[in-house]
C-alpha cells in the first residue's frame, strides 16, 4: 500500500528500492513525521550513507532516538494492500501480551506507520520496532557447541517459546534460525513477523510459506493458523536435544555454508536417501533415538495434523538417567588399599619430646649435664692454655699460633660431641630422618600421579583427534553422497529428457496425423467422384464438340480424374497463350482444337466437379482408421513412459544401492566410534580414579615436605652451635 501526501492509499503504486529509501534516509529530519525518528541518528555504514539491512521485500535500517532507544526500521520495497491491516491486528496481539505471564521476554514491540518514509516527495509506510540484541541461533551453537548444559537450556526455553505461542493461538509462520536470536541472558527472541497468524486472520490464507529447510513437504498456503508452526518447532527442537546429546552431530550435519541446523529439505522429501536420518534413527541414546523417530513419523503428516512440541519434551524428559559406577571405597584407616606399603603407618603421639614427626614443637636444650660442663670447662682451658705456656715459656713463642689453631679445633669438636650427643638433638635428628623416611616412601606414588596425568590429557588428545577424524570422514562420506546423487539425477535427466518431449508431442503428432488421415480420405472421395465422371459430359458445355470429346479422349483424358489444372504458355502471336492439360503424374499434354476458352471450360468443369465432391466428402475419421491410429499412439506412448519409468527405476536402485553403501559405512564409522569412546570412557575412569587416590599421596606428600622444611630449620635453629654455647653460658 503506497500513502502520498495526503495520506490516501493509492493501490498498485510502484514502491521505492533500497537505494531510493538510502538517499532518503540521509536526511532523517525531512524524510521522517515520527518525532523519535525526526530527532535521531540512522546507522551508516563507512561509504555509502545509511546501513541497510536487505531482505526480499523490505530494507532494514537502526536508527537510535535523542533518549538513546534503537529501533530496527523496516522500509518496504514491494506493495501489499493488506500491510496495515496485518500489522495493526500483529500489533495490537503482541502489545496486549502480558510479559509476566510468559517464559521469556520473546516478544518485539512494533508500530506500523501509515506515514512512515518521505521518498521522492512520496509518502510510504514503514514499519517501527525495538532493537533487538541478541546472536542468530547457528552463530550461538557455534560458540557453544562443546557446552551441552547451555544447549539443553536453549532447547528447552525453545520449548517454552512455542507452548507461549500455543497457549495464545497465534503461530509465527517462519520459525527458523535467522529468526530466533539469543539474548545476552540466555532468554530467546523472536523476530520477523511478517508471516505470522492471529486470530484476527481466521479464515485467511498465508502471505509466505516460511523457509524451506524448516517446513513440512505437506505445508501449503491454505496451512495458515495456530498449528502451522508445529513441524518446524520439532525440526529446531530435535536439532538442539542431538546436538547437546552428541556435539559431533553438529559437525557431521551441518553445513557452514548451509541455511540449516541439521535437517534441509531434502531430508524431508527424500528421507530413505537421507544420512542425517539414518545417523539420527541409529544413534545409541535411546531418548535421542526417540524422538528422532516421532519427528522422522511426521514428514507424512498434514500440517494440522502434527501435534504440539510438548509430546517431543516428553520423550526427552523420559530418558533414562546413565549409570555410574561407583568409587572405590577406602580402607577403614583412610588410606587406599593400593597406597599400603608406599606410607609407613602413622605413629601415635607419646609423651614429651618423642611425639610423632612434625607434630611436636621443637624447644631446643631443656636442661645441662656434666659432659656438657666438661665440654665447656675444656673449650675454655683448650683455648687459653697455649697463651699461658707461653708466658710461662713452657712453649716456645712461635708454635703459639700452631697450638692455638688446635686447641681450638679440638675445643669446637668436644662441643659438636657434646651438642650431638645430647637427648633433645638426638630426638630431633630422630624426626627429621623419620620425615625424610615418609617424603621418600610418597615419591614413587607422586611420580605415577603425575604419569597419570600425562596419560590422561594424552587419552584425551588422541579421543579428540579421533573424533575429528571420524567427523571428517562422515562429512566426506556426505559429500559423496550429494555427489553421486547428484551424477545419477544429472545421468537420469539426460535419458528422460527427450523421451519427456517426445511424449509431451505425441498428442500434437497424433493430431496431425488424424488430420492427414481425414485430409487424405476427402482427397479419395473426390478423387473417386472424379474418376466417376466421364469426360463424356463435357459435352454438356455450349463450346465443346464431340470432336473434342474425341480428341481429349485420344490424349487418355477419359475421366475428370484424369488431369489435375491447365498450364497456359504465351505463345508470342497476337498475345494468344497454348493450353496444356496436366496429368496426374505431371505430364503436360496439348490436346488439338483445346485452346485457351475451351481449356478454361474444362477447368472450370472440373473446379465445380471437385467441389461438388469435397462437399459430400467425411467430415470426420471413420472409427477403425481413428482407433489404428489412436491405438498406434497409445502404444508409442506407453512404450516412452516404460522407458522413462525403466530410467527411473534404474536411478532410484542405483540411490538406494548408494545410499544403503554410504549408510552402512556411515553406520560402521559410527560404530567404531562409539566403541572408541566407551573404550576411552572406561579407561579414563579408570585412570580418573586412580588419579583421585594419587591425590591423596600427592597432598599428603607435600604437607610432609613442608614440615621437612620447616624441621630442619627449627633444627639448625634450636640445637646449632650458637644456641648451645648459650645454653652453656646461660642455662637455656
Same mark, same amino acid.
Given at each position: 500500500m503506497a500513502v502520498p501526501r495526503a495520506g490516501k492509499p493509492v493501490a498498485g503504486r510502484r514502491f521505492p528500492t533500497g537505494a531510493?529509501?538510502?538517499?532518503?534516509? &540521509?536526511? +532523517?529530519?525531512l524524510c521522517f513525521e515520527d518525532p523519535e525518528l525526526k530527532s535521531g541518528s540512522v546507522q551508516q555504514s563507512p561509504v555509502l550513507g545509511p546501513k541497510a539491512i536487505s531482505g526480499n521485500f523490505a530494507s532494514v535500517f537502526s536508527i537510535t532516538a535523542p533518549g538513546g532507544q534503537r529501533y530496527a526500521l523496516k522500509c518496504f520495497t514491494r506493495d501489499s494492500s493488506t500491510l496495515e491491516a496485518r500489522y495493526q491486528a500483529i500489533s495490537k496481539q503482541l502489545s496486549g501480551l502480558k510479559h509476566t505471564k510468559l517464559s521469556q521476554p520473546w516478544p518485539v514491540s512494533l508500530e506500523y506507520l501509515p506515514r512512515g518514509v518521505l521518498v521522492a516527495g512520496q509518502w510510504y509506510p514503514a514499519l517501527k520496532m525495538a532493537w533487538v540484541e541478541g546472536t542468530n541461533l547457528i552463530t550461538w551453537i557455534d560458540r557453544n557447541i562443546r557446552n551441552t548444559a547451555a544447549v539443553l537450556g536453549i532447547a528447552e526455553r525453545f520449548a517454552a517459546l512455542t507452548a507461549d505461542l500455543e497457549k495464545i493461538g497465534i503461530a509465527h509462520g517462519d520459525l527458523q534460525h535467522g529468526n530466533l536470536l539469543v539474548a545476552a541472558d540466555g532468554t530467546l527472541r523472536l523476530v520477523d513477523y511478517d508471516g505470522?497468524?492471529? +486470530?484476527?486472520?481466521?479464515?485467511? !490464507?498465508?502471505?509466505e510459506s516460511g523457509h524451506r529447510n524448516y517446513q513440512s513437504p505437506k505445508r501449503t498456503s491454505s496451512d495458515f493458523g495456530p498449528a502451522m508452526d508445529r513441524f518446524s518447532s520439532w525440526v529446531i527442537y530435535l536439532a538442539l536435544v542431538a546436538i547437546a546429546t552428541d556435539p559431533s552431530i553438529w559437525d557431521q550435519l551441518h553445513d557452514d555454508e548451509g541455511e540449516f541446523l541439521i535437517l534441509k529439505e531434502d531430508d524431508f522429501r527424500e528421507p530413505q536417501s537421507s544420512m542425517a536420518w539414518s545417523l539420527l534413527l541409529t544413534h545409541p541414546d535411546p531418548a535421542l533415538q526417540a524422538l528422532a523417530a516421532q519427528t522422522h513419523g511426521l514428514l507424512a503428516a498434514n500440517t494440522h495434523a502434527v501435534p504440539s512440541l510438548s509430546v517431543a519434551v516428553a520423550v526427552v524428559h523420559a530418558s533414562v538417567p546413565v549409570q555410574r559406577p561407583a568409587p572405590a571405597a577406602a580402607p577403614a584407616g583412610g588410606t587406599p588399599v593400593w597406597l599400603a606399603g608406599h606410607m609407613p603407618p602413622p605413629q601415635n603421639a607419646s609423651a614429651g619430646s618423642h611425639g610423632s614427626p612434625g607434630s611436636a614443637t621443637t624447644t631446643g636444650f631443656v636442661r645441662r649435664r656434666s659432659a656438657d660442663f666438661l665440654s665447656g670447662f675444656f673449650a675454655l682451658a683448650g683455648s687459653a692454655a697455649p697463651a699461658a705456656l707461653t708466658a710461662l715459656s713452657v712453649l716456645p713463642s712461635g708454635y703459639m699460633a700452631v697450638a692455638q689453631v688446635g686447641t681450638l679445633l679440638a675445643s669446637g669438636g668436644a662441643l659438636q660431641v657434646a651438642r650431638s650427643s645430647h637427648p633433645e638433638a638426638r630426638a630431633s635428628k630422630s624426626r627429621l630422618r623419620e620425615l625424610q623416611q615418609q617424603v621418600e616412601s610418597l615419591a614413587a606414588p607422586v611420580a605415577e600421579g603425575q604419569k597419570m596425568r600425562q596419560e590422561i590429557e594424552a587419552l584425551d588428545l588422541a579421543s579428540a583427534s579421533r573424533d575429528v577424524q571420524v567427523n571428517q570422514q562422515i562429512k566426506e562420506l556426505q559429500a559423496e553422497l550429494r555427489d553421486a546423487q547428484s551424477r545419477i539425477t544429472i545421468t537420469l535427466n539426460q535419458k528422460t529428457n527427450g523421451l519427456r518431449a517426445t511424449l509431451s508431442g505425441l498428442a500434437s503428432k497424433e493430431q496431425k496425423q488424424l488430420d492427414a488421415a481425414l485430409t487424405s480420405a476427402?482427397?479419395? $472421395?473426390? &478423387?473417386?467422384?472424379?474418376?466417376?465422371?466421364?469426360?463424356?459430359?463435357?459435352?454438356? #458445355?455450349?463450346?465443346?464438340?464431340? !470432336?473434342?470429346?474425341?480428341?481429349?479422349?485420344?490424349?487418355?483424358?477419359?475421366?475428370?480424374a484424369d488431369f489435375t489444372r491447365v498450364r497456359y504458355v504465351q505463345t508470342g502471336r497476337y498475345s494468344n497463350r497454348d493450353?496444356?492439360?496436366?496429368? +496426374?503424374? !505431371?505430364?503436360?499434354?496439348?490436346? +488439338? !482444337?483445346?485452346?485457351?476458352?475451351?481449356?478454361? /471450360? #474444362?477447368?472450370?468443369?472440373r473446379a465445380s466437379l471437385e467441389q461438388r465432391a469435397r462437399q459430400s466428402a467425411p467430415a470426420s475419421l471413420n472409427a477403425k482408421d481413428r482407433t489404428t491410429?489412436?491405438?498406434?499412439? /497409445?502404444?508409442?506412448?506407453?512404450? $516412452?513412459?516404460a522407458e522413462i519409468a525403466q530410467a527411473q527405476g534404474a536411478a532410484r536402485r542405483e540411490r538406494e544401492q548408494l545410499q544403503q553403501r554410504i549408510t552402512s559405512r556411515q553406520q560402521q564409522i559410527s560404530k567404531e566410534k562409539q566403541q572408541h569412546q566407551t573404550a576411552t570412557q572406561r579407561q579414563r575412569a579408570v585412570l580418573l580414579q586412580r588419579q583421585a587416590q594419587l591425590a591423596d599421596a600427592a597432598t599428603t606428600h607435600g604437607l610432609l615436605v613442608t614440615q621437612l622444611v620447616t624441621a630442619r630449620t627449627e633444627h639448625r635453629r634450636a640445637f646449632g652451635l650458637r644456641r648451645y654455647l648459650r645454653f652453656l653460658a646461660a642455662g637455656r
Open positions: 531510493n529509501y538510502v538517499e532518503a534516509l &540521509q536526511n +532523517p529530519t505470522m497468524y492471529v +486470530p484476527a486472520f481466521i479464515g485467511q !490464507g498465508a502471505t476427402i482427397t479419395a $472421395h473426390v &478423387q473417386d467422384r472424379l474418376r466417376r465422371t466421364s469426360i463424356q459430359e463435357v459435352k454438356k #458445355l455450349s463450346n465443346i464438340s464431340s !470432336g473434342t470429346v474425341t480428341a481429349l479422349t485420344a490424349v487418355g483424358i477419359r475421366t475428370a493450353a496444356y492439360l496436366i496429368r +496426374p503424374n !505431371g505430364q503436360q499434354v496439348k490436346v +488439338p !482444337g483445346v485452346g485457351e476458352v475451351r481449356a478454361r /471450360a #474444362l477447368e472450370s468443369w491410429i489412436r491405438q498406434q499412439f /497409445a502404444a508409442e506412448k506407453k512404450r $516412452h513412459e
